[in-house]
């Protein structure tokens, strides 16, 4: 019988209705999400039988929403990747309530960030052909043996954590579980029991795993951004954009972290365990990360622009001017770098209800970021483009490009649902295992 | 594909007095193609050919198609190239008056829609006091090209002979060799080709880059299927300025199909160059400035469909 302190059964009472059964608000809230992914999987139907033509992808800019929506979310996976991964070796006590939500944004956000690049693949069937034909000068193979592993990193470090909730949630006698669920815990508990061996086996590997998925994530994001990088082309062709790309990764990360800890707080009065504390901390590594990020946006942009090269030229003068990308450009900067800064810097504005509509704001900001490292490049090619044809000259997103993107949104709401119904949301054995005195019980 | 019982092939090209273009004409009853493709409709215009039994026989004229005289070697030939050779091309800038000619005949070899340009000619203007000038663009084959180093299945390669071609039925679609490509050469199929059903029907090599492919990428091939059989590429012997030399960098000749010329000598007395020499990519595909041109520029809009006019306009200042 695993023991839990006090506070580690509160958090498994207030989980337990939601791992005992489906309510109905849950299930018309599943209904939706399902409605919305119809609708994408109808879209992607069409891509698929009628062919690319559907998207407004064409011979210029030959990618577009779908590799933004790409970064994105392997962007934010960098929530649990680093910020569990690197609070975790600095044995930072207050991390424990917030890690298994920053998990799963990882891994969650992990699996939907390539369903995205897919998209853009004009030949599924033939995708075999990576690893058939596979080419180690390719960045796409990188990113290929980089994300997976990457992956397999995120399920194991979320695994690794859960075991000893799993043997909790199996022997628990206060959760009434179905039997299939309560099988299924047996299993994934690996008979683990809290005997001391066990206890340093899970806290080694644990160990281990932290130290492996930070380089891991910095490796991935990397590639990523070789992706552009290693092409002749202004805007992409630039020494930082490795570190550029990780430091997005990271402060996206850190905003979705906090998004989903404020809706989670309000959605399961999780006051007593995400405490204010928590927002202002992350609300520093935001303000940091903000600052860093707008170092390298600004770095990047004063290069470019000054050097005056023709060609980047070109592409400044669209990013800066107001009839084309000028507003968006401005918008990313003052709501991806700005407001958060000032938000966090400002005593009185530092609530968790600020910090978590700033964040949303930011997330957004870097998402149209990402957008426009995409695609006003590809509408700048050397050769200027001579088509009469206004969709092969500026790129417009389609409904199809649009409900697929929403899907993926879904899907990642769809898998957080349905991890709520087989895990608490913030880890029971964590809880027990840490000092009275850093929780607020109920009663306090 | 089954053989229809009274199929027509290989036609005399001088039947067809099509000589200059070096292709010749293939009849294939549609009817019996097992692509799946729908059947065209007959023209009702009849056409007198000469069976290679030395029979004549009538047929319609829709069922007549242009194709590649030649059977492309296998996939895995096509990665290797012709052994010994170096092909080069040397495009004259002074002698273009855009008439699209070159377009028209790599578009007919190889069987593309009208919109499909693997070769372009565009109007350069390279700053606002510099006078315009055409330029026709055709792949570079660069000697350190970014789509190839880029490709995650090697299914664009680059070959001992110079050439940069693709595998269609290896590439995946992911498009990133025309996010490198630099002079954007490279064309998508977005969606399922246009292209009738003898074509489809063809057996694919890289050589000929025919039939296209949906989800893949195509571009202009230097035509080595041509290069094989001793002839010119389509868009040499069909300009009627000249403006193409074809050759070989090892021999050190380059033809445009009148006049025979060492390529070094070429180079050096007309001062040739390369197009953005500083990306480092090292096309095989020279120019010769256009220094006292044949045409003045207007020419070149002399005639011009309304479509193919209104690409100018940005450079024109209309
Ligand atoms: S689109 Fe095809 S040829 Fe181009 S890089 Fe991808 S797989 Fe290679």
Redesign the pocket.
């Known amino acids: 019988m695993m023991k839990i302190s006090a506070a580690g059964n509160q958090v498994l009472k207030t989980f337990a209705p939601q791992m005992e059964r489906t309510t109905l608000r849950e299930k018309a809230w599943i209904a939706f999400l399902l409605c919305v992914i119809g609708v994408g999987i109808y879209a992607l139907y069409l891509q698929i039988t009628v062919g690319h033509t559907v998207t407004g992808m064409r011979d210029n800019v030959v990618w577009g929403i779908y590799i933004a929506n790409f970064i994105f979310f392997i962007g934010i996976s960098y929530a649990g990747a680093v910020i569990s991964g690197f609070l975790h070796l600095l044995k930072i006590e207050w991390r424990k309530p917030i890690i298994r939500i920053a998990e799963l944004i990882t891994v969650i956000a992990t699996i939907i960030g390539p369903l995205f690049i897919l998209l853009c693949v ?1 030949r599924l069937d033939r995708l075999h ?1 990576l690893v058939l034909y596979a080419r180690l000068q ?1 960045p ?1 193979t990188w990113d290929v043996l980089a994300i997976s592993t990457y992956l397999a990193g995120g399920v194991i470090f979320l695994y690794l954590a859960s075991i000893k909730d799993f043997a909790i949630y199996r022997d628990s006698t206060d959760l009434h579980l179905s039997k299939w669920k309560r099988r299924v815990f047996k299993f994934l508990a690996l008979n683990y029991h809290d005997t001391p061996s066990q206890e340093r086996g899970i806290h080694v590997s644990m160990n281990l795993m932290a130290l492996m998925i930070i380089p891991l994530a910095v490796i991935v994001h990397s590639v990523l951004s070789w992706i552009f990088g290693m092409t002749l082309r202004p805007g992409w062709h630039s020494t930082i954009f490795g570190p550029y790309f990780v430091l997005a990764a990271i402060y996206s990360g850190t905003g979705v972290l906090i998004i989903a800890l404020y809706i989670f707080r309000l959605r399961y009065k999780l006051e007593a365990f995400i405490l204010d504390k928590h927002f202002t901390y992350l609300g520093y590594i935001m303000l940091v990360l903000a600052a860093g990020y707008g170092y390298f946006t600004f770095s990047e942009y004063l290069t470019d622009w000054y050097g005056s090269e023709k060609w980047t030229g070109q592409l400044l003068k669209k990013l800066f001017s107001w009839n084309e990308y000028g507003g968006l450009f401005l918008f990313t900067n003052i709501a991806g770098i700005i407001l958060p800064i000032f938000v966090v810097a400002v005593p009185a504005l530092r609530k968790p209800k600020y910090l978590a509509m700033v964040s949303a704001l930011m997330v957004l900001a870097m998402w149209v970021k990402r957008y426009l490292i995409v695609v006003p490049t590809l509408e700048t090619p050397l050769l200027p483009i001579e088509d009469i044809r206004p969709e092969y000259i500026k790129y417009s997103i389609t409904w199809v490009e649009w409900a697929l993107t929403f899907s993926g949104i879904a899907l990642f709401l769809l898998l957080f649902t349905i991890a709520s119904k087989f895990m608490t949301l913030i880890p029971v054995s964590e809880i027990s295992e840490m000092a009275e005195e850093n929780i607020q019980t109920k009663e306090s | 594909m089954e053989k229809p019982e009274n199929e027509m092939t290989n036609q005399r090209r001088d039947f067809l007095k099509n000589a200059a273009l070096g292709v010749a004409a293939a009849a294939c009853g549609s009817a019996v193609c097992s692509c799946g493709k729908k059947e065209e409709k007959e023209s009702g215009e009849k056409v007198v050919l000469l069976s290679p039994d030395g029979e004549l026989v009538t047929i319609d004229s829709s069922h007549l198609r242009q194709v590649h005289k030649t059977v492309g070697v296998s996939r895995e030939e096509a990665r290797h190239g012709i052994p010994g050779r170096k092909f080069v091309m040397v495009i004259d800038l002074a002698r273009c008056k855009n008439a699209r000619k070159c377009v028209s005949a790599c578009q007919k070899m190889h069987h593309l829609p009208e919109e499909k340009e693997w070769l372009q000619v565009r109007l350069m203007k390279d700053s606002p006091e510099a006078p315009p000038y055409w330029f026709p663009k055709t792949c570079f084959h660069c000697d350190n090209p970014p ?1 190839v180093k ?7 390669f680059k070959r001992q002979d110079g050439l940069v071609l ?1 595998d ?1 039925e ?9 996010a ?1 490509c630099p002079y954007s050469t ?1 064309v ?1 199929n977005w969606s399922e080709p246009e292209q009738s059903a003898e074509v489809a029907c063809l057996t694919y090599s890289p050589e000929t880059s025919v039939p296209s492919k949906v989800g ?2 195509e571009k202009c091939d230097f035509c080595p299927d041509m290069a094989r059989q001793g002839e010119l590429p389509d868009c040499v012997t069909a300009c009627p300025n000249g403006v193409f030399y074809f050759g070989d960098e090892n021999e050190d000749v380059v033809t445009n199909g009148d006049e025979t010329v060492r390529f070094s000598d070429i180079i050096k007395d007309r001062g040739g160059y390369r197009f953005a020499e500083e990306l480092g990519t090292e096309p095989r595909v020279w120019y010769l400035p256009p220094k006292d041109r044949l045409f003045p520029v207007e020419r070149g809009l002399e005639g011009l469909p309304d479509d193919i006019r209104n690409r100018y306009k940005d450079v024109l200042g209309e």
Request: aromatic share 8%.
């Open positions: 004009g052909h390719s796409i | 789509c880029v490709c995650p299945v090697d299914a664009t693709i269609t290896r590439c995946i679609g992911c498009k990133f060799c025309m490198a490279r998508f893949t990428v």
